[in-house]
Every structure is written in structure tokens, then in C-alpha cells.
């Protein structure tokens, strides 16, 4: 789903690094989201945001921060990545209806 | 996530054959349903949801059935093809529309 876009989508980085993931949607959704995909742990939410001034922790949020810069971008940083932060990153959108679309992901390596 | 427990871990199907995926749910405020198709390299997809307010809805070979009194729900595939062969994710969103996963179910269908 070109709507939704996430940059980079391959990233190698070392332990103590900050980095940022970013992503923008062109759907016209109020709501946005980031997950971490894990094997065998499914998706599991880190922040959500229901508007651009809406910021929400999900469930694993710690060592995450994220900005909401416009409705249409939401990204996430890690302040000081570590090896265990290692994952499959996905941002989504949706409206008030629930259906959420995803983005294509970013493979986040920690070295 | 762990209030969704999704069973079993992987189902291997022979082709033609029928795929049943379960999943229990505990927040009794739960009122939307969506099961999310991933492809190997892929971002998660809805292929079918259901509302708290219906029992089953089908399409095509997919069908999803929901009990709320037991807080379950189930997938179903029939006459399996080998480009059914995915992980499949359940989920249960809160009123809020924040979505809770399911841990995933390796399909392999084999010819």
C-alpha cells in the first residue's frame, strides 16, 4: 500500500546510537501507530498517536520516543539503541472505522 | 499480545483442505475483529473482520465466526491454495480503536 511510507527500510546501527525511523501517510488518517514485530510475538504497539496533538504509550514503550510533526508523519526515535531492540518496525493509520493499514516496515539491526 | 491468545502456533494443511485459527479474547469491551494476512517479506493485510454485533460473515473462502458470550473467535479457510500460505494475526480493538494482536499462525499449505 504506497499510502503508507516508511524511511529507511533497512538500517544497521551500533549500541548507544540514536536513530529515527520515520513515517508519512497520504490517506488522510487522524490516527497513526508504530509496532515492532518480533518472531513468535507478534505485533506488539510502542505509541500511538489519535491526532497530532495526541501522544499515547502502548504497551512496550520504554527506551522509545516519538513526534508527531503533522497529521501526516509520525516518527520514532530510539535514544540509545540497544542489541534487544533488534526488530521489524511497522508504522500504521487508520480512521475511526479500526481498519489499519501498514506500512512496508523497517528491518532495524543493533550491532 | 496477552490478552489475545491465538492457537495453534503453526497449522500445516494439505491443499484443498480446511484451515481453522482460534483466538480468545478477555476485554469483555471489545467490539471490532480483524484478522491481518502477512506474506514472507510482506506487511500485515486485513483479509476479513467481523463486529460485535454479528456472529459470521464470509468471503469466499474465508469465514469468520465470533461467540461473545465465550469471547472467542475463529478464521476459516477452506479448499486451501498455496498462496494461502502466511502468518495470521487476530486482533480485538477496545472502543478506542487501539488494536491488541494475537502471537501469529504459520500456515503452510502443501500440495
Known amino acids: 500500500d504506497a499510502d503508507v511510507t516508511q524511511t529507511p527500510r533497512n538500517r544497521i546501527t551500533k549500541t548507544g546510537k540514536r536513530i529515527m525511523l520515520e513515517c508519512s501517510q497520504t490517506?488522510?488518517?487522524?490516527?497513526m501507530y508504530w509496532y515492532r514485530q518480533d518472531p513468535g510475538l507478534g505485533l506488539r504497539l510502542i505509541y500511538y498517536s489519535f491526532d497530532v496533538k495526541d501522544i499515547n504509550k502502548g504497551e512496550i514503550s520504554d527506551g522509545y520516543s516519538v513526534s508527531r510533526q503533522a497529521q501526516a508523519k509520525f516518527s520514532l526515535s530510539l535514544e540509545s539503541a540497544i542489541p534487544n531492540q533488534t526488530a521489524l518496525y511497522f508504522c500504521?493509520?487508520?480512521?475511526?472505522?479500526?481498519?489499519?493499514?501498514f506500512g512496508p516496515g523497517t528491518r532495524l539491526t543493533v550491532t | 499480545g496477552e490478552n489475545v491468545e491465538q492457537h495453534p502456533s503453526t497449522l500445516s494443511v494439505q491443499e484443498g483442505d480446511s484451515a481453522v485459527i482460534k483466538c480468545t479474547y478477555s476485554d469483555s469491551a471489545s467490539n471490532y475483529f480483524p484478522w491481518y494476512k502477512q506474506e514472507l517479506g510482506k506487511r500485515p493485510q486485513l483479509i476479513i473482520d467481523?463486529?460485535?454485533?454479528?456472529g459470521e460473515k464470509k468471503d469466499q473462502r474465508i469465514a469468520v465466526t465470533l461467540n461473545k458470550t465465550a469471547k472467542h473467535f475463529s478464521l476459516h479457510i477452506t479448499e486451501t491454495q498455496p498462496e494461502d500460505s502466511a502468518v495470521y494475526f487476530c486482533a480485538e480493538t477496545d472502543s478506542w480503536g487501539k488494536l491488541q494482536f494475537g502471537a501469529g499462525t504459520q500456515v503452510v499449505v502443501t500440495p
Open positions: 467481523i463486529r460485535s454485533n454479528v
Open positions: 490517506k488522510g488518517h487522524d490516527r
Open positions: 500504521a493509520t487508520s480512521d475511526r472505522g479500526h481498519e489499519q493499514y
